[in-house]
Structures are given as C-alpha cells and as structure tokens.
C-alpha cells in the first residue's frame, strides 16, 4: 500500500538552532514530492516541490532548504531557525491520477 | 485577493444539522480537493473531484466548473465531524495545490 512517514509529530527548537524534517514515501515510486507549511491563521502555502532526486523548486525565499537524496525520501532543513519559522509542515506527494497523500504533519515552535 | 476563497471560516452546528462549507475558487483547474484537518494536526483527503458530485457516507461534495464554485456537505452532523475543512485546487499547469483557508467545524451535541 501507499504510505508517507513524516516526523517528528512536534518539535520545540530555540532560535538560531538548525532544523531537519524527514519525509518518506512507501509503495510507489518517482513519486511528486511537496512541502506546505501551514503558519498560524493562514491556510498551507508551498515551500519546496520535488519531481526527483536531486531535483527542488522553492516557492517562498527564506531560510529554508530542502533536499531528495533519495527517490523517496524528502528532507526540510534550515541551518538557523527564525521565531517565523513556526508553524505545521506538512509533507505530501502527488500520484500520477491526481489524487494526492499526506503525512502527519509536524507543529515546530521556535522559542 | 486570495486564489481560493472559502466561506465561512467558522461554523457551529448543533448535531443533526445539515451543514454546508463553500469554496470559490479563480483560477482554471484540473481537480478539485475537499480535505479534513483534525485537531492534531494531520490531513485526510475526502473528496477529488473534476465534475459533478460525489458521496462518501454522510459527505457530499459537488463542483460547478462554469461558476468555480464548490461546495462540501455534511447530512445528520455528529460531534465527530468536528475538524478544519479544507478546499484546495489543483491548477492546470502546476503539480501543487492551492489551498483555502479552511473551515472550522464545530458540532455540539
């Protein structure tokens, strides 16, 4: 079947320290691959997009950067977090019908 | 003006109740998502759609590609049903979705 693993679930990090979010994907392969982030009051809004390894588009400039080492696996990184940084990430890929899957989420609160 | 607009942003309802969540949207698209976001946090997808209307259980989703309008109905609300709503659309030439602000929903017993 096809699943997508994000984690962590939540994450408390001070400013100025780096970030790494993970995404993997199970039983599909070359898959689409999205980063959202969902900040307080607003809806999800596109950070990164991947249609393969080594392959990103950034949507929104900041301090952010992701990565595809591998075809499914999907990273979300930052060498210093800002306050701005918090809110819900969300991991997703597409499937070639359209529909799409999503992960967990994780809520990141930058003290 | 945002992309997709959805209306209202929040609803009480007493349980039993119909209930309807709207979604405009402005730009041409290929599909249409009707999402569910709980408390925690994660989404569930309920609905794509491209044409016409759908049904899952007491869901029902319809989209009127002319108006670019759609709307999400829940028939005999339960507490349960209590989550953030999402629209979201996918445009012809993008691989990612646009997304509403949501609706929350809340369902008193």
């Given at each position: 079947s096809q699943t997508i693993h994000q984690w962590p679930a939540t994450l408390v990090q001070p400013v100025g320290s780096p970030l790494s979010l993970e995404c993997t994907v199970e039983g599909t392969s070359n898959p689409n691959l999205y980063w959202y982030r969902q900040a307080a009051g607003r809806g999800l809004q596109l950070l990164f997009y991947s249609v393969g390894i080594g392959q990103i588009s950034s949507e929104v400039p900041q301090n952010l950067s992701a990565s595809r080492?591998?075809?499914r696996q999907f990273i979300l990184s930052s060498k210093k977090l800002l306050l701005s940084d918090s809110g819900f990430y969300l991991c997703a890929w597409s499937l070639v019908s359209g529909g799409y899957t999503f992960g967990s989420g994780t809520r990141l609160t930058v003290v | 003006k945002n992309e997709v607009e959805q209306s209202p942003q929040n609803l009480t309802a007493q349980e039993g109740e119909f209930i309807t969540i709207n979604c405009s949207y402005s730009v041409g698209i290929s599909a249409l998502h009707w999402l569910q976001q709980h408390p925690g946090g994660g989404i569930v997808s309920l609905f794509m759609l491209s044409s016409g209307k759908k049904k899952h259980g007491r869901l029902i989703a319809t989209i009127n590609i002319q108006e670019k309008h759609s709307s999400l109905h829940i028939t005999?609300?339960?507490?349960?049903?209590s989550a953030v709503y999402i629209c979201a659309v996918k445009g012809r030439s993008q691989g990612n979705l646009i997304f509403g602000k949501g609706t929350k929903l809340s369902v008193k017993p």
């Open positions: 080492p591998q075809d | 005999a609300s339960h507490p349960r049903d």
